[in-house]
DNA sequence: GCGACAG
DNA sequence: ATCTTGTCGC
């Protein structure tokens, strides 16, 4: 029983980055999407860094549906591998959040990642890569846009708006609360757009972000905050 | 060439 | 993302 995830290689250039995306951007879409009844449990996962810049925090929190409650919590700290440079925003975290995910008990039926997944230049942000190498049902979600547009939408809660780039439709602009900005949400790996939003809003309670990325957020930074270097707890 | 550019 | 004070709004 081999659950170890596949690495994510880091890339020595521009050029070889570029192919990497466009064959995982490939396969993910190749993948049959998941369907959100055989979905018991969410998970979320985002990263935080130390104020040199120079170690990434990568947590990850499993919540159960539909109540939210919270089944298992991890975290990996590790040296930053990559610079921060919009479009391969993956090399950067995505290697941590890997470990972190792989390092659960017990693997999620679906991840949230902090992030794009389709909505990206290349079709395949940083929720594709880690739902690609895990062989996870994965979804973006992000709080501005890297690539497309969406025209302005309602202020109700569950409105959205699809996110046009070169003339497909690659994301959507959902609100998730009330008179808030929107986040943008876009299909990882084995998704599919609808699903990707309805997972969103099953997730979503009285906060802007899902509880499972929110979860994520808040124990990356704890763990930042404390110093703690790795850790796995229920 | 110019502007835009997840976290 | 991170460094930072006060401040506006629900």
């Given at each position: 029983m081999d659950e170890r995830p596949l690495p994510l290689k880091i890339p020595a250039s521009l050029d070889e980055a570029k192919a990497i995306q466009e064959a995982i951007a490939r396969a993910a879409e190749t993948a049959p999407p998941v369907s959100l009844d055989e979905v018991r449990c969410i998970a979320g996962a985002d990263a935080s860094y130390s104020p040199d810049g120079r170690t990434v925090h990568a947590a990850v929190a499993v919540l159960g549906l539909p109540d939210l409650n919270v089944?298992?919590?991890c975290w990996v700290s590790r040296e930053v591998p990559f610079p921060y440079m919009p479009g391969f925003f993956a090399f950067r975290e995505g290697p941590a959040i890997i470990s972190a995910v792989g390092a659960l008990t017990r693997q999620p039926d679906l991840l949230l990642v902090d992030g794009h997944g389709r909505a990206h230049p290349r079709r395949a942000g940083i929720a594709t890569h880690v739902g690609?190498?895990?062989s996870i049902p994965t979804v973006g979600v992000a709080k501005q846009l890297l690539a497309g547009d969406a025209?302005?939408?309602?202020?109700?809660?569950?409105?959205?708006?699809?996110?046009?780039?070169r003339g497909e439709i690659v994301g959507m602009a959902v609100r998730t609360k009330a008179g808030s900005r929107p986040v943008y949400v876009s299909a990882g790996h084995a998704m599919d757009l609808a699903t990707a939003v309805a997972a969103v809003l099953a997730t979503t309670g009285t906060s802007r972000i899902p509880a499972p990325v929110r979860e994520a957020h808040r124990i990356s930074r704890e763990v930042r905050r404390s110093h703690i270097?790795?850790?796995v707890s229920p």
């Open positions: 089944l298992e919590r690609f190498l895990l025209v302005e939408f309602g202020p109700a809660r569950g409105s959205s708006s699809p996110i046009w780039d270097t790795f850790s």
